[in-house]
């Protein structure tokens, strides 16, 4: 830091500058003086040495707690615009996230209707099967037992009553 009794005044600024500045106006680098003056005694100020030997020159001029108070204000700024944002993306997630939701309700819904609709065919399917092969099986035994076993008993029985017969007569 400088000290300097030439910044007694400040000089009007050609623009303003937000925030703490970097560089002057004429390119070159800046540094940070102290004021002299009883207005602002010991106040720091953003100068270039340029500015200082050649004052009827318009170079940048800004108080340092003028720029640091900038700076806190533009982080301000920002926060606020983040926290906008935040508020904005978290609204539109939601949004989204209720949307797919609702899909995902009716894909369920849907899903829970054809699979019942696919159960109940494969047990009307299954039942009609059953009900054929229990169908088939009864004519089969059935047909078994009058024409396979009754009708070898009955054929035995007659045989048997013809050599009955026979053996009582001879
Ligand atoms: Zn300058």
């Known amino acids: 830091m ?3 009794s030439s910044s ?3 000089p009007p600024s050609r623009r303003s500058v937000h925030g703490v500045p970097t560089k ?3 390119g070159k680098g800046l540094v940070i003086w102290a004021s002299e003056t ?25 108080w340092e707690d003028e720029a640091i108070l900038d700076e806190v204000r533009m982080l301000d700024a920002k926060v606020m615009d983040l926290v906008h944002d935040f508020h904005s993306l978290s609204k539109t997630v939601i949004e989204q996230l209720d949307s797919h ?12 209707s054809l699979m019942a609709n696919s159960v109940d065919e494969a047990t009307r399917q299954m039942k009609e099967d059953i009900d054929a092969v229990l169908s088939s099986n009864i004519t089969t035994t059935h047909l078994c037992d009058n024409g396979g076993a009754y009708n ?19």
């Open 2 to 4: 400088s000290t300097s």
């Open 8 to 10: 007694s005044n400040r």
């Open 24 to 26: 002057c106006w004429c």
């Open 38 to 62: 009883k207005e602002n005694p010991f106040r720091r100020f953003y100068r270039c040495e340029v500015a200082l030997q050649r004052k009827s020159e318009c170079h940048l001029f800004k």
């Open 101 to 112: 939701k609702t899909c995902l309700l009716q894909l369920e819904g849907e899903l829970r």
């Open 152 to 170: 070898f008993a009955a054929a035995v029985a007659i045989v048997g009553a013809i050599a009955f017969i026979y053996w009582k007569l001879f």
